[in-house]
């Protein structure tokens, strides 16, 4: 990390600890926003955080290693997380995973090489109704079959182009 | 394609706030009266008396005390905290105000699930309007001297969480790991306060409670379960949803209802709960009988029974906090047996010890989780063992 | 004891609130704080305070829970559940570690129940367990195996891992991890997180993939470790150990070209005889000498002697310091002076507090002067080649062997010292020599160092160097006898265990310098009628509290003089002493030093004749002169928090 870039972080974890306060308990807040904004929590970012709540970085790393949401590890832009769990599983979720590994050419717990979406196993997300279902960041996909995997990437793929295009246009001005 | 199942009758015929209303005109004490007058306990799944839990808090000195809702529903097949906080948040946010006021507490906070992050934004703008219509801040409902807020922390990804001492844990910015009870949280909670946690489902019937009474609470319901419960039903039936059922209701009346008359098994109160086999179909859904936080998972004839308890296993061994031994080391080994079991590599001197295993995470686990996590598997084999054993496996062709 | 009495308040504790005390009392009226409440136990009925466990109340009446997670120094934990009992009424076990009796109960410890989930627990625990018996540095030592012993384990019901899931960590100088024997305890967490307030280890994971690890599983030598190897001396097992030289000791003791040279630190001596089955607070210091001769090493040596010097050097220096300050002025003198001779508080500090390093003193710690002392002055004196010398170090300690193997430490043009042994792989090589050490033949330390002062042996101790000092300062100041100001020369206010302490010492007049020291200051006079004010800490937990009092500019600011010392109690709970380890046991090895001290003839620093020798015959421009900075004083690297 190129140290102008780290002074960012740093300073921008300032900011978030600052605005949650500087205790124990604004631990999983702060970490939450790192994980939204940069889609991982960096060694150095664990640390600026152990270091603005006077905790020491393992103990963050220990919360972050605990929690299904947070990761040390950088995730794509989409994480997909597919509902395992019983009922989803007898409503037909190996068909959906396996449609999922097909058109993304990644198997769970992997993202792909583009950094854009990161497939994941997720435990009861509480559409026990409506499954198979799986979460897209915190969008919620109900009743998923193998034929509406392709639209739910699809739509993902489009926020990409947009995404794309905002950038070039950025760096054009 | 058909638009979820969700019977939420008695919350919907609610007068918004009546209830509060009718609290903020009695005594702390008179609220905990009717509260426990109500006899309800808690819908979560462990079925502690709310009554006598906010006694112990509202007896506690000090002046900083909390009120948590546990909106970290992921007991698997439970879903009914999502259906309420979606169409009655409202009720919830008045029963946490009501159980704020009868206790002495002035900060309230709703631990949302990550998983249910998409509820946040509706759920906020739900406690934007309660603040703008004095229902929240200072001086509630014109009460001088009632002060009292909402703030929703979301959860990051852990089932272990909807145990109230681990989800204080959580709040506190650590490990979701249960702490040793007692202290208990109504002495020594968040932050070392007196805290009182109840379930999505409590709250929303304690509000009812104060606008219809006690008496009429009990109306329905057993003696030892009064009231209504809202369960959520799911698996092999033709209507899955969330349901408003009397305490006492019977496993095969349910079953007429979401529409699955051959059902081969049913799981009540989720992972942590039991199996229950058609022959105990005639059992009640109550706490003295069959108890469940409200997950009901239907199995049908087709379903391998080994399979859904691989399942569960599954489930604990990866969302158990990993603290104590029995729970973190004994639902691995319970895992490893079915997988013995599916290849048809099992003794039943081995399954025998599996099962005297599962007695002791039954009781000498930490925390509800470990104690309850065997009780799927416990169950599946006592009544399914002719299904699961002497398998011939595939791989011994 | 009043030690790691830790109370709900301490808000410096990292454990959660409900279970940082030993006992989590709550009681509903504060009139019930201290009142009595009555339990029964397999049918004894026994009276004790509100809030004492359920264990604590069975010992009282002599009934043996087994425990494992449950350590005396430590917050209560509760999670490896062995300790579980069958209270009446309730439909679970119950941690008897974990529950404060708080109303009247009956319990029974050892129905079938228990033993039944107690014995699966120990089978739990062993089908996760890689590792043979034979092999392990804690055979024998072993909570465990002592534990699958007790309840009968004759077969591993639940299997047994044949292969390791975990790569060692042997990257170290001083602490090595095998996490395939780790039980998950967390006793080890606790010392770091907790106890010592280093935050090195946690738990990381979940479900069954929790595991204990470092800051992002990097090797333990790229950490903040401090090396002080409390973790080491509160592992049930032997997932923790020290890294152990005994090879190549052994090694250098076979090679007949080899000049073995072994240094022993006083706290190893108060300690090393529960490794051979005697009752804590038995010193064997010069049994334990016979016994090293009897194993091959070629001289014996007492680190006093260099302890002793430390105190001369480290003396002068802090005097140097405070005339520069407070005669002259001079701003840029850093006060208060620390003490440097605990390794594992010098690296706490470098980490932690790296702006402080100025104000560490610059002498080195004994075993590393004696080091530099060997081979220069010994070599010269013996006509040995000094590449020919080996230099071992018996302490107590296992940051010892991270300190001699820092880059800077080898102004003798050699490395000081070769090889650092604790006083538990000591017990090691004396048993493989066949020697029954209790029973040794008492004998002298070698010339010509010979037999040091009582201050070298109290360095052992917390409070032991400032006492020291203090013994040898006024005495050089005042020109009075110590024995005339504090009674005995005992200097009792600097003693005991409390984490802190203060003592003020008022100097009541400058007397006649003896012409060492006469030369270092124009003159003595602006001494008459100050002040001294010294601290003691021990404990990393406590030199934090200490640190910030200094950084917020606190009362603890104005002091002189401030030892530390890295692990609770001193040296004498060092990370290389005897497992187990306890406030009592900490307490019957400070009384062995304590009356060690007694029995010595020369009792302060400044009147060991040896020392007085070596400033005379080759370092002859005297304390903190040209020579003695070369070799007997060091410098310090700022390393900060950041781990890269």
Known sequence: MLVTERERLREEITALADRHGRQRSALIPILQEIQRGHLQISDYAMQVVADLLDIHPVEVFSVVSFYSFLDEKPKGRFIIRLCRTISCDMAGKAAVARQLENDLGIGFGETTPCGRFTLEWANCIGMCDQGPALLVNDQVHARVTPEKVHEILAACRRVFGIYAQEQKEEHAV | ????????????????????????????????????????????????????????????RGTQKYVVCNADE??????????????????????????????????????LRAEYTYLRPELEAVLAKRRAAKFLGENVCGKQGFNFDIRIQLGAGAYVCGEETALIESLEGHRGEPRNRPPFPVDTGFLGRPTVVNNVETLAWVACILQKGGAWFKTTGTDKSTGLKILSISGDCARPGVYEFPFGVTVAKLLETVGAPDAKAVQIGGASGHCLPSSEFGRAIAYEDAATGGSIIVFGQQRDMLEVAANFLEFFVEESCGQCTPCRIGNARLREGVELLSEGRCSMRYLQELCALGETMQAASKCGLGQSSPNAFLSIVKHFKDEIMGRVSVASH | MAENNRKLDDDTSRAPVSQRGHTVARVADTADIGALVSVNIDGQDVKVPMGTTILEAARRIGVRIPTLCWHEDLCIAGVCRVCVVE???QRTLQAS?????????????????????????????????????????????????ALAQEYGVDFFRFGHPAAPRHEMDLSSHSVLRDMNKCVLCRRCVRTCIDLQEVGVLEAVGRGDQTRIATFMDKPLKDVICINCGQCINRCPTGALRANDPTDEVWAAIDDPNKHVIIQTAPAPRAAIGECFDLEPGHALTFEMNTALRLCGFDKVFDTNFSADLTII?????????????????????????FTSCSPGWVKYLEHFYPEYIPNVSSAKSPQQMFGAVIKTYYAKLSGIDPKDIVTVALMPCSAKKFECNRPEMCDSGFKDIDYGLTTRELAKMIREAGVDLPRMPKSDFDDPFGTATGSGVIFGATGGVMEAALRTVIEIVTGLKVENVFANADITPVRGFDGVRVVEIKVPQSGPVPAMFKHLVKDWKWLEGATLKVAIAHGTANAKKVMENIKSGGELAQCHFIEFMGCPGGCLGGGGQPIPTSPEIRAARARAIYSEDQAYAVRKSHENPAVLKLYKEFLTDGPCGHLSHKLLHTHYTPRGKYIA
């Open chain 2, 1 to 60: 394609m058909n638009e979820p199942i969700v019977n939420l009758a008695t919350f919907a015929a609610m007068s918004p706030d009546a209830g509060l209303r009718a609290a903020l005109q009695k005594s702390r004490a008179d609220i905990i009266g009717e509260i426990s007058a109500s006899g309800i306990k808690g819908r979560g799944g462990a079925g502690f008396p709310v009554g006598v839990k906010w006694n112990l808090c509202a007896a506690t």
């Open chain 2, 74 to 111: 992921g007991e698997p097949g439970t879903f009914k905290d999502r259906a309420i906080l979606r169409a009655h948040a409202n009720l919830v946010f008045e029963g946490m105000t009501i159980g704020a006021f009868a206790v002495g507490a002035r900060e309230g906070i709703l631990y």
């Open chain 3, 87 to 89: 209270i009446e009424g």
């Open chain 3, 97 to 145: 570690c974990a529950y404060p009796i708080t109303a009247p109960l009956k319990v029974k410890t050892h129905t079938r129940k228990v033993r039944q989930a107690r014995r699966h627990i120990i089978d739990l625990m062993l089908s996760e367990h890689y590792g043979e018996c034979y092999s392990c540095a804690r055979n024998n030592n072993c909570q465990l195996q």
């Open chain 3, 313 to 337: 050097e480290e003396g002068t220096e802090l005097i140097l310091r405070l005339y520069k300050a407070l005669v002259e002025q001079d701003k840029s003198v850093a006060l208060p002076q």
